[in-house]
């Protein structure tokens, strides 16, 4: 039986079969952190160069917010806000001594500074236009008027009410004569206070009244 010569393999060498690896726990925790940066606030100790790859598609406020919870991240950075700046003030130049984070900063509030004013002149201008809105009253006095057939039909069963405002009396009646005069006062009449109620007699039984007449006639039984 023949032997077949043995082959030494190298220890480092890696044989692929068309299988993708596995990502390791450092790419499965920031991909996570990824899809979640929104919700990133203070991570503690790690280092910037593992969070590197987790902000750096992060929009400006979401790095500022990141690096509000954690300083230590400042600084760092500069990549990062230098990749805003050009995308969002593209000619604008640090001054002396400037970071490119301070730039940003600078920049965003004098876009928004610029922004409060237009808008500010846009409704000054809207408010000049637009007419003064008065609220009128149809009816200052009295009730309101009916239609003309309502009126009528009113009139006809005598249910109409003040003609107007200026004319509380009603204007003529339905047969053409003048209106009717308002009535006038009564006079005043005295007040009559109702006597006091007579009194009603006392009832007296037929056997006591019969007992007060005989002790009336014996002269023995009278009060002295």
């Excluded at 480092?12 to 925790?29: D, I, K, N, W």
């Excluded at 979640?36 to 991570?43: F, I, Y």
């Excluded at 805003?84 to 301070?102: K, L, Q, S, V, Y």
């Excluded at 009559?192 to 007296?204: E, L």
Aim: net charge positive; with cysteine.
């Amino acid at each position: 039986m023949c032997e077949l010569p043995a082959r030494r393999l190298n220890s480092t060498s890696h044989v692929s079969f068309g299988v993708a690896e596995p990502p390791t726990l450092l790419q499965t925790c920031q991909d996570f952190l990824k899809e979640h940066v929104d919700e990133l606030d203070h991570v503690g100790h790690v280092p910037f160069h593992l969070m590197a790859p987790v902000i750096q598609n992060a929009t400006a406020p979401q790095l500022y917010s990141i690096e509000e919870a954690n300083p230590q991240f400042v600084g760092e950075s500069e990549a990062l806000w230098e990749n805003h700046c050009r995308r969002e003030f593209r000619g604008r130049e640090r001054g002396e001594f400037e970071t490119w984070r301070e730039l940003y900063i600078r920049c965003h509030d004098e876009r928004e500074a610029k922004l409060q004013a237009i808008q500010a002149r846009a409704e000054q201008a809207r408010a000049a236009r637009a007419p003064a809105r008065v609220t009128k009253l149809a009816y200052v006095e009295g009730p309101a008027k009916p239609p003309r057939n309502v009126r009528r039909a009113q009139e006809r069963h005598g249910t109409a009410g003040p003609a107007g405002p200026h004319d509380p009396l009603g204007r003529l009646t339905s047969h053409g004569g003048a209106a009717a005069r308002p009535p006038r006062p009564l006079p005043e009449m005295p007040v009559r206070v109702p006597p006091p109620p007579a009194k009603k007699p006392k009832v007296v039984a037929p056997l006591m009244k019969k007992t007060m007449q005989f002790i009336k006639s014996v002269p023995s039984l009278r009060r002295k």
